[in-house]
């Protein structure tokens, strides 16, 4: 058995007020490794504490290591020491999760219509991308597990394409119906704050947002660069257009 823990980063909104892009990162690993994983990142968890007084129960959350907005006790590391975090944790990642694999979905916005739902259409791609890596790549099944958004939306989604997923084929222009029926059961939804996992995930996601939109004032910590540590674990294959294997359309 599989899982894939999933986070976002941007929002699937348009309009003045929303994001320029909408990003999903999927970390897939074996059951059978979820213990090993989760000792390993309660030691890296542990050492964050030592060296820079984060406690192992507070929640990582990406973006607010770089900007606070709702995580007080963020404020007593200095920003240089928060972004070091994030630097370790893009080193770490493939490290911990050796044999997990990474699957990105990234829409920018202004190359879609208006009127585009971009959180079906991320969730519709990750979803498939992640049903063709168990039925190709280890003949398996699997859950997804995410934070704690869009229940009811994701749910209705998933089920409709384990009976109607039209993709278009790279030979002949046609489409065919491929139903992702090697994921199991409904979507489960957790608060990122109790899951690691999550976690990790969120951390991915922003990583590739900055990698996307890099911010000048970030340039001299490189984290725009940040994302490219990870390169040993991305499903490469879930995207023969890009480099890194990010799903873009």
């Not at 992640?130 to 229940?151: H, Q």
């Not at 991915?204 to 947002?209: G, K, Q």
């Amino acid at each position: 058995m599989y899982l894939m823990y999933v986070d976002e980063s941007g929002d699937p909104g348009v309009g003045k007020y929303a994001s320029p892009h909408y990003i999903l990162s999927g970390l897939i690993i074996n059951s059978n490794d979820w213990r090993k994983y989760l000792d390993q990142i309660k030691t890296f968890r542990t050492a964050v504490k030592k060296m820079y007084g984060l406690n192992i129960r507070e929640e990582i959350h990406a973006a607010e290591l770089i900007r606070i907005n709702k995580i007080k006790s963020y404020a007593a590391i200095r920003k240089a020491d928060r972004i070091h975090i994030l630097r370790n944790l893009a080193v770490q990642i493939p490290v911990i999760f050796n044999t997990a694999k990474v699957v990105n979905v990234c829409l920018r916005k202004a190359d879609f219509p208006a009127d585009t739902d971009f959180q079906k259409l991320a969730w519709s791609r990750l979803i498939t991308r992640y049903d063709v890596y168990l039925k190709k790549s280890v003949k398996d099944n699997g859950i997804i597990i995410a934070d704690d958004s869009s229940e009811g939306t994701i749910r209705s989604l998933l089920r409709k394409l384990r009976t109607y997923n039209p993709i278009m084929s790279h030979f002949n222009g046609e489409t065919y119906n491929a139903p992702t029926d090697n994921i199991i059961e409904d979507v489960f939804h957790r608060d990122s704050a109790h899951s690691y996992y999550i976690q990790i995930a969120d951390v991915i996601a922003h990583l590739l947002y900055r990698k996307e939109y890099p911010k000048g004032s970030l340039k001299k910590y490189g984290v725009h660069l940040y994302f490219d540590e990870l390169k040993d674990i991305l499903l490469k294959e879930a995207s023969k257009k890009d480099a890194m294997g990010v799903v873009r359309n």
